[in-house]
């Protein structure tokens, strides 16, 4: 009845989300890299639940999920009969099952208008999602790579990213991730500093997991180390995603980015965001207005399940930080390169 996902990158043989006809497949990323498991979500609890704990994560994956999250409400009102109401109940808590990266409220707002039509045409318009988005992420490698080989005269690269940003975070390829892929296939990369990502570790345990599926030189770092690492030349360009690209060009990220930045602009070497179009918000005007998600206090407070801090004490956990554009070198989208800090 429903349109298959259509098939993804050939070379992305990771694929985050794929729709099964009742709902998705998810790769189960809080398992990862000791195991990899499939959860399904067929219902909106499910999906929800996955998005909130991150067992789906990454701006453009969060979008195609949110896509698709409408068809699975629309066939679970079918099932269960749901009223108007609360099918749009239910879509709004996917809508608003984490606040940073647009992409998931864009996802959601793109299929609404197919709605109507039935869920045949939503599922249409989500794989049009998901094929656009591999699309804009092979695009955007070709371009980053050939900014950062204009501007960098190091060969090979030395390379520092943060959080996740490769197939995992996408609908397949990578962003920055798919910028990294291509200077490794051009034959340009010694190596990446890849920062293991405080406090859910997506840089040591899926980034690293993805350089390692790729046979990618790379070194699991501190996010503490990041700014020694730069400081001591031993990093020719950073390259990170985003989960907002406000439209002066200031960027949310994972905590932790603003820092690299920092860094980047003291040491004199590039700092690169790379995004597709669907993560760049222009309804919203600065970093300012960018709602950052704050986490449970036990990710922080504790390791492995097990309390690690005092009893008394508190944590702050911000998912996100907010790099201002003026230290931005490079953002890069499918469409090209643009300089804000210059
Ligand atoms: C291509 S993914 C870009 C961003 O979404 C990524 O860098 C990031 O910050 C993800 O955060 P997460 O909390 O893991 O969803």
Same mark, same amino acid.
């Given at each position: ?7 993804? *990158?050939? *070379? ?60 699975? /409400? ?10 108007? *109401? ?20 864009? @996802? ?115 996010? @503490? ?83 690690? /801090?005092?009893? @008394? ?7 996100? *930080? ?21």
């Amino acid at each position: 009845m429903a349109p298959s996902t259509p098939t993804a *990158d050939a *070379d992305s043989a990771i694929r985050t989300l794929t729709w099964h006809g009742t709902g998705l497949h998810l790769i189960d990323q809080t398992a990862l890299p000791g195991r990899l498991v499939t959860l399904d979500a067929s219902d909106v609890d499910t999906l929800v639940d996955a998005i909130g704990r991150l067992a789906v994560r990454g701006a453009p994956a969060l979008g195609a999920s949110g896509a698709y999250g409408v068809a699975i /409400a629309m066939l679970q009102a079918a099932r269960e009969g749901w009223d108007a *109401d609360r099918l749009d109940t239910e879509i709004r808590r996917i809508r608003d099952a984490r606040p940073t990266a647009v992409n998931l409220a864009g @996802g959601v707002d793109r299929v609404l208008p197919f709605v109507p039509q039935g869920v045949a045409a939503v599922i249409a318009e989500a794989d049009a999602v998901v094929r656009e988005d591999v699309a804009a992420n092979r695009a955007i490698g070709a371009h980053g790579a050939d900014w950062i080989l204009a501007r960098v005269e190091r060969r090979p690269l030395r390379v520092l990213t943060h959080c996740n940003t490769g197939s995992l975070a996408t609908a397949g390829w990578g962003t920055a991730l798919g910028i990294i892929r291509e200077l490794h296939a051009r034959g340009v990369l010694e190596a990446v500093y890849a920062d293991e990502t405080r406090p859910l570790l997506q840089g040591s345990r899926l980034t690293a997991w993805e350089l390692d599926q790729e046979g990618i030189p790379h070194f699991v770092q501190p996010d @503490g180390a990041a700014a020694s690492t730069i400081l001591r030349g031993l990093v020719d360009v950073a390259v990170i995603g985003a989960d907002r690209i406000a439209k002066n060009g200031d960027t949310a990220n994972k905590i932790g980015s603003v820092g690299v930045a920092l860094a980047c602009a003291d040491a004199g070497i590039p700092f690169v965001v790379a995004a597709p179009r669907t993560t760049f918000d222009d309804a919203t005007p600065d970093g300012g207005a960018i709602a950052i998600e704050e986490r449970p206090e036990a990710e922080v407070l504790e390791w492995g399940g097990i309390r690690v /801090a005092p009893a @008394g004490s508190r944590a702050f956990n911000p998912a996100f *930080d907010v790099t201002p554009a003026r230290l931005i070198d490079a953002i890069v989208s499918e469409d090209g390169v643009v300089e804000p800090g210059h």
